[in-house]
């Protein structure tokens, strides 16, 4: 083939390199409310709606509940947390992906050596080197280059930046609700110190009674039930601080994994549970397909399959491969970089499938298939996350209203309580209606907190379900 074809022939198959095969992505249609309906019912409460800002960075959202411990835990979670971390690792492992895939634009160089020696057999008729030995030295640098012309080069980088771009969604999604869980443990640690607080107070006020159950029936006025009621109630107390005791360590240790550190080695003082309910703005609905990361990566899950549609339909077409080389050959060493040695090859090659039992048109089928499962998956995931947004809401409408009457039982129990201590001493009540008080008081104490606990786990869920990404007021 002389030049001049060779030029026509390279130049008509670079025209075709427009006609690259494959659709335009379009993110797959979700049906997106107007407003949170959950959202009517908090009213009045410290849950406002917000501005989007989805540009703004994902801020530290646990500073909204003012605990500088929980702080100091919760920065430990991004260099700490192992699974944040394999993540991690798993998402620079997609990003050499991305750089393989795009280095198929780029010419592929070899460059080769080589020295042997080769006798042919004398008793071969018909060949000229029959029982000679000839050396043969060879140096020679390829080139070859597959120009893009049906786009299989551009889907299969798509096709990784997409599984990129999955990736560090997911590594966001990992963070989030690694902190959330995080969260979730301190606050339940804190709950427990209060409750351990309570049934200190409750044994103080056990003692009391047992002390004077005593002194009454020395004197005659109480019975031997009397003091037992009042030292099986003192035992009671001893027992469920106990119990505490192994549910806060459960927590404990849970926290020193999620920040990275052994549990053998990880220690949280008791603390306070005096925090405000934050105020989390809801946003727009729309904006939560922009928030949350699981949707930001179950959407790119569907742009890689499209991708793998454009890499099915490119393997109908022939690839084109121009190729060069070019070096030297020489039976002597010493006339190897001499003009005469001088050895070359130029052109194109046009190669295709005629026939493969149909395996083409299978791939193209599950690349179809698969991505109707990703688009699927992709509105599962939309629908899952409005879902636990109306959950949270929910859930925080209910306890507000079960807190506002849970805090007048408990201040009705504390005063019946106080009454109660007061005429014991005076001798009006028996130790067993003192304890029978005593329990309903500080049942009443434990249900409100208990209530509160609910609460800040639901707002951490909210949050979590919201994406995370919304600032503090200041």
């Not at 070859?144 to 969604?169: K, Y």
């Not at 194109?348 to 026939?355: D, H, K, R």
């Not at 809401?393 to 005063?415: D, F, G, K």
Request: glycine share 8%; with cysteine.
């Amino acid at each position: 083939m002389n030049k001049r074809k060779l030029s026509i022939l390279v130049m008509a198959l670079a025209m075709l390199a427009g006609c690259a095969t494959g659709h335009e992505y379009q993110r797959p249609q979700v049906t997106v409310p107007q407003a949170y309906q959950g959202a009517s019912t908090l009213s009045g409460q410290d849950w406002i709606a917000g501005e989007p800002a989805d540009a703004a960075a994902r801020g530290p959202w646990w500073h909204a509940y003012g605990d500088h411990v929980l702080d100091a835990l919760e920065n430990k979670v991004g260099t700490g947390n192992q699974s944040v971390q394999k993540t991690l690792a798993q998402l620079m492992a997609a990003k050499s992906q991305v750089n393989e895939a795009r280095a198929g634009y780029a010419p592929v160089v070899g460059v080769g050596v080589a020295a042997d020696r080769s006798r042919t057999s004398a008793n071969v008729l018909g060949k000229s080197l029959a029982g000679q030995t000839v050396p043969d030295y060879f140096g020679a640098l390829d080139i070859s280059w597959e120009p893009d012309l049906w786009g299989r080069i551009g889907h299969t980088v798509d096709l990784a930046d997409a599984n990129f771009q999955a990736g560090a969604a997911e590594l966001a999604a990992v963070e989030l609700s690694a902190h959330a869980e995080l969260a979730i443990a301190y606050f339940n640690v804190r709950v427990i110190d209060e409750e351990r607080k309570i049934l200190d107070q409750s044994a103080q006020v056990e003692l009391q009674v047992l002390d004077m159950a005593r002194r009454r029936y020395a004197a005659g006025l109480d019975s031997q039930a009397e003091v037992e009621q009042a030292q099986m109630q003192a035992a009671a107390t001893q027992l469920q601080a106990s119990d505490l005791g192994v549910s806060r360590a459960n927590y404990v240790h849970a926290i020193a994994t999620l920040i990275g550190e052994p549990a053998s080695n990880f220690k949280l003082e008791m603390g306070d549970f005096t925090y405000d309910m934050p105020k989390i703005p809801l946003g727009l609905p729309s904006v939560l397909l922009q928030r949350r990361p699981d949707i930001a990566a179950a959407e790119r899950r569907v742009a890689a399959a499209n991708a793998s549609i454009g890499i099915a339909q490119s393997a109908f077409y022939p690839n084109l491969v121009l190729s060069a080389g070019a070096g030297f050959e020489s039976s002597s060493l010493a006339s190897l970089l001499t003009a005469p040695s001088r050895m070359w090859a130029l052109g194109p090659a046009l190669i295709g499938t005629l026939f493969d039992g149909g395996a083409r048109h299978a791939r193209l089928e599950n690349a179809n298939a698969q991505f109707d499962v990703e688009a699927a998956a992709y509105r599962l995931t939309v629908l899952s996350a409005f879902q636990q947004v109306e959950d949270q809401l929910s859930t925080l409408a209910v306890l507000t209203r079960e807190a506002e009457q849970q805090q007048q039982a408990s201040r009705a129990s504390r005063i019946a309580l106080a009454l109660n201590i007061q005429r014991f001493d005076a001798g009006a009540v028996s130790a067993m209606d003192m304890a029978a008080a005593e329990v309903i008081a500080f049942d009443q104490i434990g249900k409100e907190l208990n209530i509160r606990r609910r609460q800040f786990d639901a707002s951490v869920m909210l949050v979590k379900a919201l994406g995370g990404d919304w600032k503090v007021a200041q």
